[in-house]
């Protein structure tokens, strides 16, 4: 699975292009806390491929129809999480991929320790 991950890691490269919105000119600033995703989808994605690299170090198994479920996510959020139409439905399904990824995570490690 980590892996796949490093396809996540290619898709923002290749379109991460983060814009300036909410600029107001007559104040001469303004603040736009609605998309937590735009700032820190790259911070996380690599997140998910640390801890997957360390699953597959130990050796453990994660469970297959999650795992896909998770790149399903992870995937939609790389691809959109620059576009301010999406932003709010990206943020659900950011905050969904990462609760996933702990169930994943912590599925495996459980899994480990009891065999």
Same mark, same amino acid.
């Given at each position: 699975?980590y892996l796949i991950i490093l396809l996540c890691l290619t898709l923002l490269?290749?379109? $991460? /292009?983060? /814009? %300036?919105? +909410?600029? %107001? =000119? #007559? @104040? +001469?600033?303004?603040? !736009?806390? $609605? +998309? *937590? #995703?735009?700032?820190?989808? =790259?911070? &996380? @994605?690599?997140?998910? *491929? &640390? +801890? ?9 198994? #994660? %469970?297959?129809?999650? $795992?896909?479920?998770? *790149? &399903? ?8 999480? !620059?576009?301010?139409?999406?932003i709010r439905i990206v943020d659900t399904i950011a905050i969904i991929g990462?609760? @996933?990824?702990? @169930?994943?995570?912590? %599925? ?5 320790? =009891?065999?």
């Open positions: 699975m490269i290749r379109f $991460s /292009e983060i /814009e %300036n919105y +909410g600029f %107001n =000119k #007559t @104040v +001469g600033w303004a603040y !736009d806390f $609605s +998309g *937590f #995703t735009m700032y820190y989808v =790259k911070y &996380i @994605v690599f997140a998910f *491929f &640390i +801890g997957y690299l360390f699953l597959a170090i130990i050796k453990a198994k #994660t %469970n297959y129809i999650l $795992s896909i479920i998770h *790149f &399903i996510l992870i995937a939609f959020c790389c691809l959109f999480f !620059d576009n301010v139409r999406y990462i609760v @996933v990824y702990v @169930v994943i995570f912590l %599925n495996a490690l459980f899994w480990k320790m =009891k065999t």
